[in-house]
């Protein structure tokens, strides 16, 4: 076990490699660079040779890759061009809120998918689980943008529940950041309940096909205690990479559910970003977001080695 988690380990440092090097080479051959972006119609001459220099964009692609990367491994991302601040200052805040946002719709989507899943492979094709693989589906189609505005305008413009959109500073406490959070984790939990809950619903039905259930009805064990000590667990297992994938595509989902909800978080930073051509914060918001996918797979794959007995004496 302790070789497939230090390939496991290994393989993740040559992703995030990976990923330092296709961030840098895809803003490397974008048409013109950070301070043409950031000149304009200014950026010529004399102007736009001291802005390369004072950059280090005179330098060649290598060199500054290799300096980059050093800085990185430094915890250091670099300048940002538009708001003259260190990048680190920038970040670390709407970092805390994209997390505090995914973590609370982790919450409230895992649990719901698990049980939803669990009823509804238990109750295969009855009125519960036609109901609950419908509304699945329906959650799963629908874009974050539309159920956002739609979620707006019911709890905001009709019921005036909420104000709609998040009106909070990105410094604000924690508690006032998971409250804002609420409403647009309800959107993210939507397709991350939908997807979790129909893997759930199909490990269940394939375990429940299994030969030991059927050897232990056979030998009169109680169906409560073959559903919570046999076929509940081991439907869990193989939902558990599921899991971590789908929390992991949270950093995707954030990007739109902050625009829409005007959420300090890292999501909604690089949208500006991109609308202020800040090149430099767009790359270490990019990888940022690398980082955290990797890490977040990495962890579910040290978790499903630990809890399943036959990946612990695999070996490859």
Not at 5 to 34: C, H, K, N
Not at 87 to 111: D, F, H, M, Q, Y
Not at 226 to 239: A, D, G, K, Q, T
């Amino acid at each position: 076990m302790l070789r497939l988690i230090v390939r496991r380990a290994a393989s993740s440092l040559f992703t995030l490699i990976l990923i330092s090097v296709v961030v840098f080479a895809g803003l490397e051959f974008m048409p013109g660079d950070a301070c043409t972006a950031h000149l304009g119609r200014d950026g010529k001459g004399a102007v736009l040779e001291a802005c390369r220099a004072r950059m280090g964009l005179d330098a060649p692609p290598v060199k500054r890759f290799t300096q980059w990367a050093g800085d990185i491994l430094r915890g250091e991302l670099g300048t940002s061009m538009q708001r003259e601040k260190p990048i680190t200052e920038i970040v670390g805040w709407r970092l805390r809120n994209t997390l505090v946002l995914s973590a609370v719709a982790a919450l409230i989507g895992i649990p719901l998918a698990v049980l939803l899943g669990i009823i509804a492979g238990l109750r295969r094709d009855q009125l519960f689980d036609m109901a609950a693989s419908g509304t699945a589906l329906v959650a799963m189609t629908i874009p974050e943008f539309v159920s956002a505005t739609l979620l707006i305008l019911v709890f905001a413009v009709g019921l005036g529940w909420t104000a709609g959109v998040v009106t909070i500073g990105y410094k604000a406490p924690l508690l006032e950041m998971v409250s804002a959070a609420f409403l647009p984790a309800v959107v993210l939990s939507m397709v991350l309940a939908a997807h979790i809950m129909r893997m759930v619903r199909a490990s269940v039905i394939d375990v429940l096909k299994s030969d030991f259930v059927l050897m232990a009805r056979l030998k009169g064990v109680p169906q409560q205690q073959i559903i919570w000590r046999h076929v509940v667990p081991n439907s869990l297992l193989p939902v558990i990479s599921v899991i971590g994938l789908t929390v992991a595509w949270l950093l995707g989902g954030v990007v739109i559910v902050e625009s829409v909800f005007n959420y300090p978080g890292l999501g909604r930073l690089a949208v500006d970003a991109v609308g202020d051509r800040d090149l430099p914060l767009v790359q270490a918001i990019a990888l940022l977001f690398g980082i955290t996918y990797v890490v977040t797979n990495l962890m579910t794959d040290i978790a499903a080695l630990l809890l399943n007995p036959r990946l612990r004496t695999y070996r490859a």
